[in-house]
């Protein structure tokens, strides 16, 4: 099995790149003939959610636009129960359809605050995809519209997250060593 070490921990391999890719395509062409011919604007979570939402609008074959909300609950691998805004979002929302692209859905408590953010937005419609979901650590009654993969409660790194600033530039996906 490949493994791969980054600062203290070892990670091995766990989703390969064509796996990622083709879940990627899905989900975009799901939404896609959800949405019809709404042009949405993609509001992808900085920073991990980058790469992901960089992918998927490519993927989305129609017109749509993209913004960005930095937001931070993270320190090395553990969840700091609270979330730091970072950065805001710029454009007017009222009367959008609002797609955020999320890399991964653990606590539920970034997302709690995404929906604290975009509910005073005044948009037509909101919807959620999450590339990852941790549904055993998820502790919120909160709706997510469209998730990638399902995963155990392991910490995973690669495709836009990271461990401790690194790991993002990985195309696959890794998890931590037990
Ligand atoms: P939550 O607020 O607990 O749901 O955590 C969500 C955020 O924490 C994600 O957007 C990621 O940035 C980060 N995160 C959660 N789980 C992982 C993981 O397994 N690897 C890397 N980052 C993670
Ligand atoms: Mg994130």
């Not at 990622?20 to 979570?45: D, G």
């Not at 909300?69 to 691998?77: G, P, V």
């Amino acid at each position: 099995m490949k493994s791969i070490k980054i600062h203290d921990h070892t990670f091995d391999i766990y989703i390969d790149k064509e796996m990622v890719q083709k879940r990627v395509q899905t989900l975009a062409k799901e939404l896609k003939a959800t949405l019809q011919n709404e042009t949405p604007i993609f509001v992808s979570i900085l920073n991990g959610a980058f790469i992901f939402a960089a992918d998927f609008m490519r993927a989305y074959e129609g017109e749509c636009e993209i913004s960005f909300i930095k937001l931070a609950s993270y320190e090395k691998t553990q969840s700091l129960g609270k979330v730091k805004q970072l950065l805001g979002i710029n454009e007017d929302l009222t009367g959008r359809t609002v797609v955020v692209l999320e890399d991964i859905i653990d606590t539920g408590t970034t997302l709690q605050e995404i929906y604290k953010i975009l509910g005073e937005a005044n948009v037509k419609d909101l919807k959620i995809v999450s590339l990852f979901f941790k549904p055993e650590v998820f502790k919120k009654e909160l709706h997510i519209d469209y998730v990638g993969f399902e995963i155990p409660d392991n910490f995973i790194v690669g495709y836009g997250l990271d461990y401790d600033g690194l790991g993002r530039n990985l195309p696959e996906i890794y998890k931590l060593s037990k």
